[in-house]
């Protein structure tokens, strides 16, 4: 059982993006509504003991508890009883607004992010529906709750079989979206180490680099949309804050930004199936993708889009039946693969590896990939063998 995630272009009537932006303005103020509540719980426990701030703190009664998924749930429910705005909007749906809200908490108290932000006018972009009538796929339309048959553009094939757990839907500037969550009841086989193996090293001069050689140059979308962007951001700055021309600006801007990112996404997928041709085994560095972010070439980093490209991957290999491993991403620059030598840092405007232990030399790249696909091939128990210069084979142990 595994679920999928369609993507398809609405093809909403005027008065369903009336009726859309109309809910995702109620659920932007839930959203809001209920991080105050917590907000304000909070505050009013960060109050020292013996002292008292004069104008900052929130006086709530010591005993009252702290709102839950749940709690949250339960006022909810008691608000829609007196509320119109509330009551025209499915019940589900703003629930799993509030759920969430829940998840930024758990993700700032597990994963060390930030504090959950309140949302500004126009910044909420999503809602969902976490329950769907039966059957409510038609040719190329859906039915959702309270609002009905939506029509939107099938791009793509739907298989049969599956279940509609989910719709989800988002607003671009490029219009409205609907993402499908769809639950299939096909059992995938868990995907065994097998095959040929290939490690893979991301880098900034050249993205990809595999362990059997392949470069692939690090995609400018960005440097090369640079220079469109700025001349779209020039014009919005002579614009007069808030006109109408100025928002025509603003969205080209916006659309820009968007064709940007698609074309990312679809050069990510292309380049994973690359990837995939031909290899059993895949291992990547796992890297600390936000620690990168904040360096000195967080800009390029982001630019790159390593994380989304990890993701993207990974799902290739699932889909294709390929196994995924990360792997310790240590020093992978600093070794011989060929005699695990160390062979101490090297600088940026290093390109090549060459040993001086025992005269090994390739592209640095490539040798950091070569480190990953060893580590990879023992970390599933294989041992590794050179088979010649610069080529590495796994042989499972038994
Ligand atoms: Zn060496």
């Known amino acids: 059982m595994f679920n999928l995630t369609y993507e398809f272009k609405l093809k909403p009537t005027r008065q369903q993006v009336l009726l859309f932006s109309e809910w995702m303005e109620i659920h932007r103020r839930v959203y809001n509504y209920a991080l105050r509540e917590r907000k304000d719980w909070y505050k009013s426990r960060s109050c020292q003991i013996n002292a008292c701030s004069v104008h900052s703190?929130?006086?709530?009664?010591?005993?009252?508890?702290?709102?839950t998924y749940a709690s949250q749930c339960k006022s909810l429910t008691a608000a829609r009883k007196n509320n119109s705005q509330l009551k025209s909007v499915n019940a589900q749906s703003l629930q799993q607004t509030l759920r969430r809200l829940e998840k930024a908490f758990v993700s700032m108290w597990e994963h060390n992010q930030g504090?959950?932000?309140?949302?500004?006018?126009?910044?909420?972009?999503?809602?969902?529906?976490?329950?769907?009538?039966?059957?409510?796929?038609?040719?190329?339309?859906?039915?959702?709750?309270?609002?009905?048959?939506?029509?939107?553009?099938?791009?793509?094939?739907?298989?049969?079989?599956g279940v509609v757990k989910q719709a989800r839907i988002v607003k671009r500037i490029s219009g409205w979206y609907v993402m499908l969550t769809i639950n299939s009841n096909v059992d995938v086989p868990e995907v065994k180490p097998h095959g040929k193996g290939r490690g893979i090293d991301v880098g900034l001069i050249s993205m990809v680099a595999s362990s059997d050689g392949l470069l692939v140059k690090r995609?400018?979308?960005?440097?090369?949309?640079?220079?469109k962007l700025k001349l779209l951001?020039?014009?919005?700055?002579?614009?007069?804050?808030?006109?109408?021309?100025?928002?025509?600006?603003?969205?080209?801007?916006a659309l820009l930004h968007e064709y940007i990112a698609n074309c990312r996404k679809d050069w990510h997928r292309k380049l994973s199936h690359q990837l995939c041709d031909g290899a059993g085994m895949i291992f990547v560095e796992d890297l600390n993708l936000t620690g990168l972010s904040r360096g000195m070439l967080g800009k390029h980093c982001l630019d790159a889009g390593f994380g989304q490209f990890f993701k993207i991957l990974e799902q290739v290999c699932l889909k294709r039946g390929v196994y995924f491993q990360k792997v310790d991403s240590r020093k992978t620059?600093?070794?011989c693969p060929q005699c695990q030598h160390q062979t101490g840092k090297k600088?940026?405007?290093?390109?090549?590896?060459?040993?001086?232990?025992?005269?090994?030399?390739?592209?640095?790249?490539v040798a950091a990939a070569q480190v990953v696909l060893i580590r990879g091939l023992a970390a599933v128990g294989h041992t590794v063998k050179m088979l010649s210069e610069g080529k590495f084979v796994g042989i499972p142990v038994n």
């Open 333 to 335: 620059s600093q070794i």
């Open 347 to 365: 600088t940026l405007a290093e390109r090549v590896h060459k040993c001086a232990h025992c005269g090994y030399t390739t592209d640095r790249d």
């Open 219 to 227: 995609p400018k979308f960005f440097v090369d949309a640079e220079r």
């Open 233 to 253: 951001q020039q014009r919005v700055s002579r614009k007069r804050l808030g006109s109408n021309n100025w928002k025509k600006a603003q969205k080209k801007v």
């Open 115 to 161: 504090f959950p932000r309140f949302k500004k006018t126009g910044k909420m972009r999503s809602f969902s529906f976490p329950q769907l009538g039966k059957s409510p796929l038609g040719k190329g339309q859906i039915k959702l709750p309270v609002i009905g048959v939506v029509k939107f553009r099938q791009s793509r094939y739907i298989p049969d079989g």
């Open 57 to 67: 703190e929130y006086i709530i009664s010591a005993d009252t508890p702290r709102p």
